[in-house]
């Protein structure tokens, strides 16, 4: 089973920074597309970031770029995300996900979460 595990969240005022991990195992992790997404509460979950399997090509939404910054350790089948600068609309629940088999560069980078077919539990991020 693929299993995937978030760390990191936690309360933070705003201007502070967290980095999130996302841990593997299960798969051949650098063999797959991962992702950040989050949800706020009464909001659709969002596209927040992404990283190809290579680590070549990254997506980030347009409201976190140039503060978040994904980096992957295929050593250590994790991916991590630093989060700079934070606001208050940063608050929600952040979850990490693994691309189905086979998908595109394309794909993995357009922000979509339904080509992401693995899901963490999340962790929740408090800005104030």
């Known amino acids: 089973d693929v299993q995937l595990v978030e760390s990191g969240g936690g309360s933070v005022q705003a201007g502070g920074s967290l980095r999130l991990s996302c841990a593997a195992s299960g798969y051949t992790y650098s063999s797959y597309c991962m992702g950040w997404f989050r949800q706020a509460p009464g909001k659709e979950r969002e596209g927040v970031a992404a990283?190809?399997?290579?680590?070549?090509?990254?997506y980030y939404a347009d409201s976190v770029k140039g503060r978040f910054t994904l980096s992957k350790d295929n050593t250590k089948n994790t991916v991590y995300m630093q989060m700079n600068s934070l606001k208050s609309e940063d608050t929600a629940t952040y979850y990490c996900?693994?691309?189905?088999?086979?998908?595109?560069?394309?794909?993995?980078?357009?922000?979509?979460?339904?080509?992401?077919?693995?899901w963490g539990q999340g962790t929740q991020v408090t800005v104030s």
């Open positions: 996900a693994a691309g189905r088999p086979g998908i595109t560069i394309a794909t993995c980078t357009s922000g979509r979460d339904d080509p992401f077919g693995f």
């Open positions: 990283i190809t399997n290579g680590g070549v090509s990254t």
